[in-house]
């Protein structure tokens, strides 16, 4: 018989997408539930930032693409009206924010620096930037300038006075620091021959975790290695070697395709979690350098080539020993791992050459790995993201 749970005790939950829908479950498997916000002519929904009170959450929704066959990705999907949402988890209560005095059509939370301010990212014709705004929209001002590159990735430092973001900028993907007002900025990482992405902070503050992709030889992007930095740019430093770490997942098939930038992560301790490629490792999705890419994808799928996969580990960036937290024979691919809010379980995506991934959760050791969902009719689970921790009465 279940116990009924104790008022303090703690339930921890993830949202995770699937088929364009968002959906929410317990860690132990049980609560799942789609949302279904019942707003025409909204395709996607993404979650974004939570605000400070743990249960309202902004919400990224998008209508149906601008691209496709015959209009190139760069010049038509910011065309794509999207709508930002604030989402109260409690009431069940959906408000759109960021309304007012709109610069485009085409907005996406980039992040949350105060339960009043967020930076948004505006993507226009002319180009793509980073705006800071009220959460109704009002009162918007230039965090990043035009034409210097577009903006992503941002992260906010554990005292909430700096952000570190990359910019994809003529000269390269580089690193950079600012105040949340954009203010004092500071160059970390750049390099003519790498593609440096994903900043994260430490857990005390004191360092940026990026990835470093050698993009000449590897126009795909699918593999990186693990860097480290000071916020000021200094003590730079190689934790991988060999472009061990993958990068740009692609998994499914032609009918059932998907993929996005691997990021690695912190754990409370001061650990790195990120998917290790087995030697010799090969994806399915064969990036096309050749041909232009119209889609931002240019692949084809040849599962016939591929080989190996990828493992989550555990890297101690203090003497670079690692830990493999899961192992699978034959080899499939492991990826976006994230560690709970506890400390206690790790989320991460596994799938199999040519399947859509299936979403796993285990112990902190990688003991007792086991299969949360597949997602919509078992059409594939990604995008894993643990909630804050609410209690359970």
């Not at 209009?71 to 949402?85: A, E, I």
């Not at 924010?97 to 620096?113: D, K, S």
């Not at 499914?252 to 010799?280: C, H, K, M, Q, Y």
């Amino acid at each position: 018989m279940e116990q009924p749970r104790s008022a303090t005790e703690h339930v921890e939950r993830l949202f995770f997408t699937s088929q364009g829908r968002t959906a929410i479950i317990n860690a132990d498997g049980s609560g799942l539930r789609y949302f279904d916000f019942h707003v025409p002519d909204q395709v996607t929904w993404q979650p974004g930032p939570f605000l400070s009170d743990g249960r309202r959450v902004i919400f990224l929704s998008m209508e149906a693409r601008r691209d496709g066959p015959g209009r190139p990705f760069d010049k038509y999907y910011h065309q794509t009206p999207t709508h930002l949402w604030l989402h109260d988890l409690e009431r069940d209560a959906l408000t759109e924010i960021c309304a007012r005095e709109r610069l485009a059509v085409f907005y996406t939370p980039a992040l949350l620096v105060s339960d009043e301010r967020l930076l948004v990212q505006v993507v226009r014709d002319s180009g793509g930037q980073i705006f800071s705004m009220n959460l109704d929209g009002s009162d918007a001002r230039e965090f990043t300038r035009l034409g210097e590159g577009l903006p992503y990735g941002l992260s906010l430092s554990p005292d909430g006075h700096r952000v570190a973001y990359h910019l994809a900028s003529p000269q390269g993907y580089q690193i950079w620091t600012s105040n949340v007002d954009g203010a004092d900025r500071v160059r970390v990482a750049a390099h003519p021959d790498r593609l440096y992405f994903g900043p994260t902070w430490s857990p005390d503050g004191a360092w940026l975790l990026f990835q470093s992709c050698h993009f000449k030889t590897d126009p795909g992007h699918d593999w990186s290695d693990l860097c480290l930095a000071r916020p000021d740019g200094g003590d730079f430093r190689l934790l991988t070697e060999g472009q061990v770490m993958w990068f740009g997942a692609t998994y499914g098939n032609p009918r059932n395709r998907g993929g996005g930038s691997n990021v690695a992560g912190w754990t409370r301790d001061g650990r790195i979690l990120f998917p290790r490629r087995l030697p010799e490792s090969k994806v399915p999705w064969e990036f096309q350098a050749q041909r232009p890419d119209t889609d931002h994808f240019n692949r084809d799928f040849k599962p016939e080539l591929a080989r190996g996969g990828t493992e989550i580990c555990r890297l101690n960036p203090n003497d670079g020993s690692m830990a493999r937290l899961t192992q699978s024979d034959p080899p499939v691919w492991d990826f976006r791992a994230g560690e709970s809010p506890t400390g206690r379980q790790i989320v991460f995506c596994r799938a199999r050459t040519g399947d859509a991934p299936a979403l796993y959760v285990m112990g902190a050791d990688g003991r007792s790995p086991r299969l949360l969902t597949r997602g919509w009719d078992g059409q594939g689970a990604d995008h894993p993201r643990w909630l804050p921790l609410v209690n359970s009465a």
